[in-house]
């Protein structure tokens, strides 16, 4: 493994914002890691930089314990939401920082500019001043500067994140692609669920300090870990149930389960595609709520008729979801529930 993470733990006035973490990144792999604001991503990011020293556990880059390593001493590079660009400095004398603090001469300075210019989409921006840039070239120079030393770890703390979304969506696409040309070992941290399964070959859910989940963005996505993981995936329709045989008594009635599924009282999650609409007089019967369109279907949001069962959300088609107010029934298929752990 290239960076391997054991027993990582910081603490903060007795608190611990980095608890025990375990985490290991191959050579050439694109991790990232996912959490809301306050779950530790950062700080991990920081400590594995050299910038954050540990209370306990373990760093090690290439097998090598980075522990009493300096920061400029680890041989990896990072990249911070705010770019942090030199103002007084133009593009070129930006991208070339790194290479100056390892004595690099002038002209392989100005060569190693122009490729790295010309990778990120700014040729011949060398002579721009940094004042003259957008912030989507702002972030180009920015990874330049970071890759120039070719580093042999690269670490992105929420690259685009001041980005607006057309922007961002369009970045993180060229960024996966770059990567995957120059073989680039990289970790990320990104609060925004979309950036992360774009760019990632896996993903690690991080809550207070530890990590819920890690796999492929698709195996977090169709299983995830527990009822935190899919609520901050964006999940809505998540109940508690008891599971026998092949179906949950829930609030929402009885829900149909996968087979194999784990027995007893358990969390459900079902999908919005699982959200089947039927006659009125059919299955849960409920009124619309609301209707949000989502681009390529209709989010509705249903409140069950009786009971005291949380609301759901369906996704429909566009020309087949009901208006506010519609009276509709309910059914759900078992293909579309995850019973979580």
Do not use: Y
Not at 45 to 68: E, F, I, K, N
Not at 162 to 191: I, N, W
Request: hydrophobic share 45%; charged share 25%.
């Amino acid at each position: 493994m290239l960076l391997s993470l054991a027993d990582a733990t910081v603490r903060f006035g007795g608190r611990a914002v980095l608890d025990g973490v375990g985490l290991d990144v191959a050579e050439h792999e694109i991790v990232c890691v996912l959490g809301p604001s306050g779950s530790g991503k950062s700080t991990l990011l920081r400590a594995v930089a050299g910038l954050q020293p540990l209370d306990a556990g373990r760093v090690s880059l290439d097998g090598r314990d980075q522990g009493g390593v300096p920061a400029h001493q680890r041989g990896v590079g990072l990249m911070f939401q705010d770019h942090q660009l030199f103002p007084q400095r133009d593009v070129g004398a930006n991208v070339a920082f790194g290479l100056r603090m390892h004595g690099v001469g002038k002209e392989q300075q100005d060569e190693r500019v122009r490729e790295l210019l010309d990778l990120v989409g700014l040729p011949g921006a060398a002579r721009r001043a940094v004042a003259s840039l957008s912030g989507g070239e702002q972030q180009r120079v920015a990874l330049a500067r970071a890759l120039a030393p070719r580093p042999r770890l690269l670490m992105l703390d929420e690259p685009l994140g001041q980005l607006d979304r057309s922007l961002r969506e369009r970045l993180v696409v060229e960024l996966r692609e770059l990567f995957g040309r120059l073989g680039t070992t990289v970790l990320a941290v990104t609060h925004d669920q979309g950036e992360a399964f774009a760019l990632a070959d896996r993903v690690v859910v991080m809550r207070a300090g530890r990590i819920a989940q890690s796999g492929t963005p698709l195996e977090v996505w169709q299983r995830p870990a527990d009822e935190f993981v899919a609520r901050f995936l964006g999940f809505e329709n998540v109940v508690e149930g008891t599971v026998t045989g092949e179906a949950a008594d829930t609030v929402w009635g009885k829900v149909p389960v996968p087979p194999g599924a784990a027995q007893g009282v358990r969390s459900l999650l079902v999908r919005p595609a699982g959200v089947r609409l039927v006659a009125a007089d059919e299955g849960l019967r409920c009124t619309v709520g609301a209707r949000t369109f989502r681009g390529t279907h209709v989010a509705v949001r249903l409140h069950p008729v009786e009971g005291d069962g949380p609301r759901l959300e369906a996704a429909c088609a566009l020309r087949a979801a009901p208006e506010v107010g519609d009276a509709v029934g309910v059914e759900f298929d078992p293909a579309e529930i995850v019973v979580l752990g």
